[in-house]
C-alpha cells in the first residue's frame, strides 16, 4: 500500500507524448516503472531528525506528491520513496526520523520515483503493465501505440487482459472486442512531434492519465484496482477510456451524475461482476454528487470554493442497483469556478487534492484527485 505519486510533463527529465510510435508507452514505462532524471548524491547529512542531501543541479520540483527515489545509502532508513523540500538547486531535505546525526556515505542515487508497476511484455509500439502490489488484483494494462499518422490526431489504444503470457497473448480482456472493437482509446493530440502537456497520478495498483488540449479542454483515463465494497473481490480492476478518436474537452455531464469519463462520454468497465460467476467485461453506471444533474447545474456555488465542499469519492454502480466500488481517490468540488487549472487545493484538515478542468473555460468540468490518502 503506497501513497499516490504525481507526475507532469514539466518536470525535468520528463519523458516526450506526441505522434512518434510508442509515445504513450514510453511516458508510462518511466512514470511506473523506471522513474526519470536519475542524479549521482555526493552526501546525506542528518541532522535532528532532517536528512540534507546535496546532488548538484538536482532539478526536482519538491511539489507535493512529486516523491524522489533515494537509493544505495548505507543508512536503509534513509532510503526509499520520499517527499523532498527544495532548499536549492544543489540542495533538498527530507525527515529522517530516528536515524543518528551524521553523514552517510554509499554509492548513493536519486530519481523521481516510479510509482511500483512493471512493465512485463513490450513490443514496437506495445506494452503491458502489471501492478507490483502483492494486495492487487493483478490483471494487468495493455497499450498498443502504432497509430502514428492518421489525418489529424494521434492515438493509443487500451485494454485490460488476464493471464498475459506474451505482448500479444492473453486471456479474457476489459472492455471485449463485442463491447469496443481493438479496446478504449487514449489520446495523443496533433499529428505533429510538438510535445503535449499531461499528467499522470499512480500508486502500485491504480493510475490516472491525463491529456491536456489547453483552451480546448483535456481527456482523463484510468486504469487499476477499484476500492471494492465486497470481500473478497479478485474481479474489481477497472478501466475508462475514450469511445472514439474525438478529441476536445471533456463534456459537463461527465463530472457529475455519470462521474469521471474521458472525451467523448462513454461507461467504464469492470473486469467481472462481484458474483464471479458472469460474463466478462461488465458496464458500469458511476453516482457522482448529485441525483438530479451534472455537477455545476444551477443549484450549485459560484466562485471560489469553501475547502470542506468536496464530494470525496465517485461509486460505480454494476447494473441498475449494486454498488460496486469507489474510484480511488477522485473527488468533485460541489462549486463553479472553485480553482485554477492544474493546481493543488488543500481543506481545511489539511488534505491535498490535485485539480484540473475537462475544459478550462467550462466551469462544470472541474475534478480532483486525491494525493495525501492511501487510495486502498
Not at 504525481?6 to 510508442?22: C, E, H, K, M, Q
Not at 537509493?71 to 536515524?99: D, R
Not at 442497483?321 to 489539511?350: D, I
Amino acid at each position: 500500500m503506497t501513497y499516490p505519486t504525481i507526475y507532469r510533463s514539466t518536470d525535468t527529465g520528463a519523458p516526450t507524448l506526441n505522434n512518434a510510435v510508442g509515445a504513450w508507452c514510453e511516458v508510462l514505462r518511466v512514470c511506473l516503472q523506471n522513474g526519470y532524471n536519475s542524479k549521482s548524491v555526493t552526501s546525506i547529512v542528518v541532522s535532528s531528525g532532517v536528512a540534507t542531501v546535496t546532488c548538484a543541479t538536482h532539478g526536482y520540483s519538491g511539489a507535493y506528491a512529486s516523491h524522489v527515489l533515494i537509493e544505495g545509502s548505507s543508512e536503509a532508513a534513509l532510503n526509499g520513496k520520499k517527499q523532498p523540500t527544495v532548499t536549492g538547486a544543489n540542495t533538498f531535505n527530507y525527515p529522517a526520523p530516528g536515524v543518528a546525526n551524521g553523514t552517510y556515505t554509499g554509492t548513493i542515487t536519486a530519481k523521481q520515483a516510479p510509482a511500483g508497476w512493471t512493465e512485463i511484455f513490450t513490443g514496437t509500439g506495445k506494452s503491458i503493465f502489471q501492478p507490483d502490489s502483492v494486495e492487487a488484483t493483478g490483471i494487468c494494462l495493455r497499450i498498443l501505440d502504432t497509430n502514428a499518422a492518421p489525418a489529424a490526431t494521434t492515438y493509443a489504444r487500451m485494454i485490460g487482459v488476464e493471464n498475459p503470457s506474451d505482448i500479444d497473448t492473453y486471456s479474457n480482456v476489459f472492455p471485449t472486442n463485442a463491447q469496443r472493437s481493438d479496446g478504449l482509446y487514449l489520446q495523443k493530440g496533433t499529428n505533429n512531434t510538438t510535445p503535449k502537456p499531461w499528467f499522470v497520478i499512480a500508486n502500485d495498483r491504480f493510475l490516472y492519465l491525463f491529456i491536456d488540449f489547453g483552451a480546448s479542454g483535456g481527456c482523463l483515463y484510468w486504469f487499476g484496482d477499484l476500492k471494492s465494497l465486497y470481500a473478497p473481490d479478485p474481479n474489481c480492476c477497472g478501466i475508462h477510456g475514450g469511445i472514439n478518436t474525438t478529441t476536445g474537452q471533456i463534456s459537463p455531464s461527465a463530472f457529475g451524475l455519470s462521474g469521471f469519463n474521458a472525451n467523448p462520454a462513454g461507461p467504464p468497465y469492470v473486469f467481472r461482476d462481484y458474483t464471479g460467476t458472469g460474463s466478462y467485461s461488465e458496464n458500469m453506471n458511476q453516482c457522482g454528487p448529485q441525483l438530479s444533474g451534472h455537477l455545476g447545474s444551477g443549484v450549485m456555488q459560484s466562485g471560489a470554493l469553501p475547502t470542506w465542499a468536496i464530494w470525496d469519492g465517485i461509486y460505480l454502480m454494476e447494473g441498475a442497483k449494486v454498488l460496486r466500488g469507489v474510484v480511488p481517490g477522485l473527488a468533485s468540488p460541489l462549486a463553479l469556478q472553485p480553482f485554477p487549472h492544474l493546481t493543488y487545493v488543500v481543506t481545511n484538515e489539511g488534505d491535498v487534492y490535485f485539480g484540473f478542468y475537462g475544459s478550462p473555460s467550462n466551469v462544470t468540468s472541474a475534478g480532483l484527485i486525491c494525493l495525501s490518502k492511501h487510495w486502498h
